[in-house]
């Protein structure tokens, strides 16, 4: 009989509706029913394609005398970390505190009144490697509970004690300067893998933020270490099994730092920031490499995450049926040589293996191969090799595929957005473009209600119950914003201005912090405030970011003044862990730069004013905001008492309140939006 989570849209919590155990969601009615029977809560956090969340739950949730076990002294709540990022990040500091590291799954046991006393993340069947069995821990729990209730109480009020006492004070002690960012550039350079590329050693994370800064301060500066660093761990990740070679699209991680090996879910998140940073890796360099990638990458998030609705899935699952029925990691990825000869040939086979690394013994598990792009393999038949990979990709499609996500998660839409809508413009795919823009529909009428609130999360169609948080409003507002500037639509803007004013309403606190929750969302044992980078940008400084661009766009002081506040905290911790505010440093390196103001003026059908439109996009300006259409035109307040020259179409540049004379010469143009 399915429990209470048969009712749930999260596709994670519905893995789980047909175990034994009792699960409830988050909710108020779970933590009443703890206190009316007098039992503590199992909350156990995880996603969809966690391969060690599915262990647990195969182990343990589908086990008959376990879950027995827990419905008899617990009552179980199941989170979606990607749903609930405020329960997850509340409870991960609690994890990492106590224990000093923190994963999913996460399992902490609360009393009725939330408060955490008891942490771990994967607990197996039987003890092992250290760790106890997970009806040990469930035994020690509950009798700990029932015989030493005191002892339980002080140890949870300490700890939320504790959790209270971690305030940030890092808004509105001025904006980060010239030294700040040469001290992040020299940290990173301290971090870097001049071997493998990237930043420290294995499991090694693709450093997303970090990139765009560095190619942000490349831009600005002029700094040839940044830009080196960029793209040789660029090219790294593109060669390594970290890419799939196949079909486009970056794993999570690797395990390796070579890149070799990756953990093989595929995230919308990972694979929208790198998509973005490979484009702007061409802007600067003309990389066939960066450009094959940002497009490859994008067609894999179009053909494999996008849904019927026009948004974008969450992830695929590293896991997948290797065709004997055992589920199992990388099964649909991964070949052996004997793979390979049964779809190509025998020769084709040898070339093949050759060009991408597949051994005998294998670089992955039982004698399989991770497909990569060895620098050993020699100069290849490009030919021959479009066909190898037509034909793998094509097997490849017959293997059972990996489960996907299909929830829609609105702050990782707005990243998918942004990617597609910059390399659409970029690389001459219009039709990217256009994906962009039926995503930003897709929010706005399903997400978006009718007081510009955000809604999480949404699933065919229909908005989920969970609010928006700070990472939400400000990386669809990014996300709108980069489509403005690419469509010329001035209602993109207007979006992005709702939800900025969400954000300085709701979730700005004393001194220009940020809060990664609104004033008025349901109060946890501590309210969420995180400004560093995980997976993906903070909230907080994606924030930053956001309210910079919408202030060059209009001229809002209110907006500018927010932004500067928010980068108080690059101020103080870009210098110290650069790895883990990337994203702060490129906001502030969009703020020394001005960013500019670009306004472009002309006829949409007139070649000039493409001409100019199309080099203002490909300038790599830090944070430059772009503004195309008529003149006087009403879409956009750049394009306010701006007059074509001579008739002809016309740019106009301006940053920290000087403006340069127009002009109607691209190369001209290019110049000025140079260093």
């Keep these: 009989m399915p429990n209470r989570l048969a009712h749930e849209t999260s596709p994670y919590l519905l893995q789980h509706a047909d175990n034994p155990v009792d699960w409830w969601p988050w909710s108020a009615e779970a933590f009443e029913e703890a206190r009316r029977r007098d039992v503590p809560v199992l909350l156990s956090v995880g996603y969809s394609s966690c391969h ?15 879950a027995a076990l827990v419905n008899e002294h617990f009552v179980a709540v199941k989170v979606d970390r990607e749903e609930r990022p405020d329960v997850d990040a509340v409870y991960m500091e609690a994890v990492q505190a106590a224990t000093g590291q923190g994963g999913w799954p996460m399992t902490v046991f609360l009393t009725p009144d939330a408060e955490p006393f008891y942490f771990g993340t994967y607990f197996p069947p039987e003890a092992r490697h250290g760790m106890p069995s997970f009806s040990d821990v469930l035994d020690g729990v509950s009798r700990a509970w029932t015989e030493r209730r005191d002892e339980v109480g002080e140890v949870a009020g300490k700890i939320v004690k504790d959790l209270s006492a971690r305030s940030l004070a890092y808004g509105g002690d001025g904006v980060p300067g010239e030294s700040e960012l040469s001290q992040a550039l020299l940290g990173l350079t301290r971090d870097y893998d001049a071997t493998d590329g990237g930043f420290g050693g294995a499991p090694k994370f693709p450093p997303s933020m970090a990139l765009e800064f560095l190619l942000r301060h490349h831009a600005r500066t002029g700094a040839e ?142 004698g399989s ?69 039926e995503a930003a529909d897709l929010l ?78 349901e109060p946890l044992i501590r309210r969420p405030q995180d400004p560093t980078d995980n997976a993906t940008p903070s909230g907080w400084t994606a924030a930053a970011g956001a309210l910079l661009s919408y202030a060059a766009h209009t001229g809002s002081e209110a907006h500018r003044n927010a932004a500067e506040a928010a980068l108080g905290v690059v101020k103080a911790l870009g210098p110290r862990a650069p790895r883990f505010i990337g994203w702060g440093l490129a906001v502030a390196e969009a703020l020394l730069d001005g960013p500019r103001e670009i306004a472009v003026v002309g006829a949409p059908d007139d070649e000039g004013f493409r001409s ?33 020259v001579d008739g002809m179409a016309t740019a106009y540049v301006c940053r920290h309140f000087v403006c340069d004379a127009p002009t109607t010469d691209p190369e001209l143009l290019a110049r000025k939006l140079g260093r």
Excluded at 276 to 297: C, K
Excluded at 420 to 426: D, K, R, V
Excluded at 480 to 486: K, P, Q, W, Y
């Design 52 to 66: 060690w969340c599915h262990v647990m739950a195969h182990e343990s949730f589908e086990d008959e005398s376990t």
């Design 225 to 366: 270490g940044a830009l080196q660093m960029a793209a040789d761990t660029c090219e790294a990740m593109a060669r390594g099994g970290i890419y799939d070679q196949l079909g486009g699209g970056f794993a999570r991680y690797a395990v390796d730092r070579a890149w070799v090996v990756p953990h093989f879910e595929k995230m919308l998140y990972d694979n929208a920031l790198l998509c973005r940073v490979y484009a702007h890796l061409w802007r600067a360099t003309g990389s066939d490499l960066a450009r094959r990638v940002a497009l490859e990458t994008a067609d894999f998030m179009v053909r494999e995450l996008r849904t019927p609705e026009g948004g974008f899935a969450s992830a695929l699952d590293a896991d997948s049926d290797d065709g004997s029925g055992r589920h199992v990691e990388g099964a649909y990825y991964v070949w052996t040589p004997g793979q390979l000869a049964a779809v190509l040939g025998e020769d084709d086979a040898r070339y093949a293996a050759r060009y991408f690394g597949v051994t005998e013994e294998g670089t992955f598990e039982e």
């Design 369 to 437: 191969s991770v497909l990569q792009l060895p620098q050993d393999a020699g100069v290849a038949d490009a030919e021959r090799i479009v066909s190898i990979r037509r034909r793998l990709l094509a097997a490849r499609e017959e293997r059972p595929r990996p489960g996907r996500d299909d929830k829609i998660v609105a702050a990782w839409n707005g990243l998918a957005i942004a990617a597609l809508a910059e390399t659409g413009a970029l690389l001459d795919r219009p039709d990217l473009v256009d994906r962009a823009t």
């Design 444 to 521: 706005v009428r399903i997400h978006l209600d009718d007081s510009a609130r955000l809604a999480r999360t949404s699933k065919d169609g229909h908005a989920g119950t969970n609010a928006g948080v700070l990472e939400d409003y400000a990386d669809v507002a990014e996300g709108l914003l980069a489509l403005a500037s690419v469509t010329g639509e001035g209602v993109w803007l207007e979006f992005a201005g709702f939800l900025l004013d969400i954000v300085l309403d709701q979730f700005t606190a004393e001194g220009g912090a940020l809060y990664d929750t609104a004033h008025d969302a």
């Design 612 to 644: 100019l439109r199309r080099t203002a996009l490909r300038a790599g300006s830090p944070g430059a905001v772009l503004a195309a259409g008529l003149p006087d035109g009403e879409e956009f307040p750049l394009l306010r008492d701006r007059p074509l």
